[in-house]
């Protein structure tokens, strides 16, 4: 359950701070271009938090609803506070992009090496006919990176 909880905590924070990102943005194209970003990898956060809660045998049906009602909502209120720090008139709102996105940036990085990453990697380990399943982890998560280097550079506006 603590691996669960705390997996559900940082998803949750990290979705939260990702919606600061995107409020905060200035332009609707930078907007629209970090919206889709954030859904591509959402939709993987989001499976992996289900499955979590599934394989958590202690957690009800109402837990897990409670956990992806606040996981969903997370990022819903990051934009509403961001719009609200973007409006604020001063030199600090132009200050406070950089250090919203790399915080995004770092959670999302704390998430996929410290919990992701080692806990998948322990599931396929403990199966010794399975061993050739951390090589294509590996290559999964490679070429996932490549993917979106991929995509930002291509649909990157430029001005950044």
């Known amino acids: 359950m603590t691996g669960t909880l705390g997996l ?3 998803l949750s924070l990290h979705s939260a701070i990702e919606g600061l990102a995107i409020g905060v943005q200035n332009s609707s194209r930078k907007v629209l271009f970090l919206l ?6 959402k939709l993987v956060m989001g499976f992996c938090l289900g499955l979590e809660f599934r394989s958590n045998p202690q957690t009800t049906l109402r837990q897990h609803f409670i956990g992806i009602v606040v996981f969903a909502l997370g990022a819903i209120c990051g934009i509403g506070i961001g719009m609200i720090i973007a409006d604020i008139p001063s030199g600090w709102s ?3 992009l950089p250090i919203v996105q790399a915080l995004a940036g770092g959670t999302l990085f704390y998430v996929t090496v410290c919990e992701v990453i080692p806990r998948e990697k322990s599931r396929w380990h403990q199966n010794a006919g ?4 951390g090589f294509g982890q590996f290559l999964a998560v ?10 930002n550079y291509f649909l990157d506006d430029g001005d950044s």
């Open 130 to 133: 399975r061993r050739i399943a």
């Open 142 to 151: 490679i070429s996932g990176f490549a993917l979106m280097c991929c995509i």
């Open 36 to 41: 889709g970003a954030v859904a591509c990898h």
């Open 94 to 96: 132009t200050a406070a």
């Open 8 to 10: 559900f905590v940082a």
